[in-house]
T-cell receptor, first 115, second 115 residues
Framework: AQKITQTQPGMFVQEKEAVTLDCTYD???????LFWYKQPSSGEMIFLIY??????QNATEGRYSLNFQKARKSANLVISASQLGDSAMYFC????????????FGSGTRLSIRP | DAGITQSPRHKVTETGTPVTLRCHQT?????MYWYRQDPGHGLRLIHY???????DKGEVSDGYSVSRSKTEDFLLTLESATSSQTSVYFC??????????????FGSGTRLTVV
């Protein structure tokens, strides 16, 4: 069975600091994709970044990067130079090759940025 | 870009009454999903569809049914609403299952309260 684990229910970070949100996953699939979504207080789900299991380089999108450690089954999100607008709920998610029609989500991390 | 819309956005209903939530897409995507979001659980898959009249159960399907008679519409029905079904419901669409790098586009969510 596939599983996503986010062990940090909440985090507080000072503005302009970098922050790492942890995510570990479990799958027996060789081919899979990992995603991070942001959910601000307004409620919408915003796609941030994607990493494929065969991608050799870590994915980056602006201030977001995904620290992919395949052997450890880890897919941490790194936000550089955090901003007040980064305060939100963040979900790690995975889409596996054997059930590629479905994405499973972790329980989320609530990130709060202090001015 | 309103490629996916959910209705209603908010609903309060009484225990035991039937409720139908609608998801409408204009993207002609094959795959459509219903998730519920609850604190501490992230998003959990209720049902999904991989084509007109083709649907399957997710991990929390008890008490829910779905129908998809047209590509653009995916309906979620609570036959007899219970207080445990108070939640935020998200619809999502996806273009393809052939590869794992297709994420979802989410609707804005429906906040359902069962009293």
């Amino acid at each position: 069975a596939q599983k996503i684990t986010q062990t940090q229910p909440g985090m507080f970070v000072q503005e302009k600091e970098a922050v790492t949100l942890d995510c570990t996953y479990d799958t027996s699939d060789q081919s899979y994709g990992l995603f991070w979504y942001k959910q601000p207080s307004s409620g919408e789900m915003i796609f941030l970044i994607y990493q494929g299991s065969y991608d050799e380089q870590n994915a980056t999108e602006g201030r977001y990067s995904l620290n992919f450690q395949k052997a450890r089954k880890s897919a941490n999100l790194v936000i550089s130079a955090s901003q007040l607008g980064d305060s939100a709920m963040y979900f790690c998610a995975m889409r596996g090759g054997s059930s590629a029609s479905k994405i499973i989500f972790g329980s989320g991390t609530r990130l709060s940025i202090r001015p | 870009d309103a490629g996916i819309t959910q209705s209603p956005r908010h609903k309060v209903t009484e225990t035991g009454t039937p409720v139908t939530l609608r998801c409408h897409q204009t993207e002609n995507h094959r795959y459509m999903y219903w998730y519920r979001q609850d604190p501490g659980h992230g998003l959990r898959l209720i049902h999904y569809s991989y084509g007109v009249k083709d649907t399957d159960k997710g991990e929390v399907s008890d008490g829910y049914s779905v129908s998809r008679s047209k590509t653009e519409d995916f309906l979620l029905t609570l036959e007899s609403a219970t207080s445990s079904q108070t939640s935020v419901y998200f619809c999502a669409i996806s273009e393809s299952r052939q590869t794992t790098n297709y994420g979802y586009t989410f609707g804005s969510g429906t906040r359902l309260t069962v009293v």
